[in-house]
């Protein structure tokens, strides 16, 4: 295919949900759209994410909610503002799915699941007229310019032409999924500012001793504080839970301080995360429970008997060396505020989102490269970040809504 193609045509690659909502938009404007991935099927991502309930958005006050994309927050501010989190629910009731708010603020589908509002939105998208081409795994395109994308297909390499091409290829967490980050080359070599990916939402590793590693990889703390300095002399504080596991620490409260801690070991080197396994009570209560007399009982018994749970003695001793762990105020101070060093993220594949990705410096207002004029990105792809709680979706979804609005107008302008 050679010949310019007729200016109503639009590719969108990427069949997550940031490239599902750009050719929603561009075909329901009458554009002439066809859809790429790579996997066999769309919005894997999308349907785990609805596994153990799918979070769609927030209720909180809109700008508190934007506020949660900070330090990007200026970035996104327009496309959320246009495409809010109001709108996803109103958005999700057009294709038949209600919504609902959760305790914690959270928007869900009313039945938490992803598939049911994945399937009527592919109806929908039939109906619009987009075509769907799955297994085509964009490889850049053809020649120096940009008129010529080039597809591998397990049939063999394929190409196609259209007037503007969407790219919503994900970031590079869960690649198995299809998102793997293999499009950050082939925009670096054509002039496109990109941030390295890095795990976002993501565990961190600690060199536990092995006994810690046999013994107690898989227990939850459950309401515990944790603070730390970040590396900007900032001190960090959330209550939460989290999981040890065999490589170091998991789970909601880690997630949540993720991006301060990955920001901390990138700049330092190091990062410690102090742990107050007893925020319920004060230190002169531990200290006093455990400088009772020991009498014969041994450490460990003691311990119990002063209301320190097995975890929580495992914890102790892999911070304090055995002459302190015999110092009541040492044990009392290491409950309060137990030191865990973390050496590095656990790797990206592992991570719930990525950080990094395309430079905003290199788009214009409507989501279009700067380098690459009629190239337009979305979604996660994009460089910004965000805590769990429905904000990952919302931005993947309002920034695939600006990028088809933003074809849409230069289609429209340029023809
Ligand atoms: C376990 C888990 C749970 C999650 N739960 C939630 C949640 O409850 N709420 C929330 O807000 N967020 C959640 N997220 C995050 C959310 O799912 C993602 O942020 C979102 O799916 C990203 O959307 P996207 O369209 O930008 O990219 P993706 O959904 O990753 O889609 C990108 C698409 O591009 C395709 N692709 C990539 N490269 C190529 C190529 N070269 N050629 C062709 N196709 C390509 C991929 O196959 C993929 O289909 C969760 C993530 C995980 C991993």
């Not at 998208?125 to 053809?142: S, Y």
């Not at 101070?333 to 656990?346: E, G, Q, W």
């Not at 004029?373 to 990952?392: K, N, Q």
């Amino acid at each position: 295919m050679t010949s310019t193609p007729p200016r109503n045509t639009a590719a969108v690659i990427g069949g997550g949900p940031a490239g599902l909502m750009a050719a929603s938009i561009l075909s329901k404007q009458g554009f002439s759209v066809d859809l790429f991935d790579g996997m066999a099927s769309l919005g894997r991502k999308f349907l785990l994410a609805g596994i153990g309930g799918m979070n769609l958005t927030h209720s909180e006050p809109l700008p508190q909610f934007l506020s949660r994309y900070a330090p990007q927050e200026p970035q996104l501010l327009a496309s959320i503002e246009q495409f809010s989190p109001n709108a996803i629910r109103e958005w999700a009731s057009n294709l038949g799915i209600a919504t609902f708010v959760g305790t914690s603020g959270r928007v869900f589908p009313s039945d938490m699941k992803a598939a049911p509002l994945l399937r009527a939105w592919l109806r929908q998208l039939r109906e619009q007229g987009v075509r769907i081409h799955t297994r085509h795994r964009w490889l850049g395109w053809a020649g120096d310019g940009t008129d010529i994308l080039r597809f591998s297909h397990p049939e063999g390499e394929r190409y196609h032409s259209a007037a503007i091409t969407i790219l919503a290829l994900g970031g590079a967490s869960w690649p198995r999924l299809g998102a793997d980050g293999g499009w950050v080359p082939l925009l670096r070599a054509r002039g496109v500012a990109i941030q390295d990916l890095e795990p976002a939402n993501c565990g961190f590793n600690v060199d536990w001793s092995a006994t810690l590693q046999e013994k107690w990889a898989g227990t939850p703390l459950k309401s515990v504080t944790a603070h730390f300095e970040d590396a900007h002399g900032q001190r960090r504080q959330r209550k939460g839970e989290f999981v040890l596991s065999k490589t170091g620490i998991e789970g909601s409260l880690i997630y949540a301080l993720s991006a301060p801690l990955r920001e901390t070991l990138n700049l330092n080197g190091s990062a410690a995360l102090f742990i107050d396994l007893m925020p319920d009570q004060t230190l002169a209560q531990i200290a006093a429970k455990l400088a009772r007399p020991r009498n014969k009982n041994s450490l460990s018994n003691h311990w119990r008997k002063a209301g320190i749970q097995p975890v929580h003695a495992a914890l102790l001793r892999e911070a304090l060396s055995s002459e302190e762990a015999q110092q009541p105020q040492r044990v009392a101070n290491a409950l309060k505020a137990l030191p865990i060093h973390l050496t590095s993220p656990r790797p990206i594949a592992e991570a719930i989102s990525s950080a990094g990705g395309v430079e905003f410096s290199a788009l214009n207002s409507g989501y279009m490269l700067n380098a690459l004029p009629g190239v337009f990105c979305a979604g996660e792809m994009l460089h910004w970040e965000a805590p769990t709680g429905g904000y990952l979706l919302t931005g993947c979804l309002a920034t695939g809504y600006a990028a088809g609005l933003g074809a849409s107008r230069w289609l429209l302008g340029a023809s």
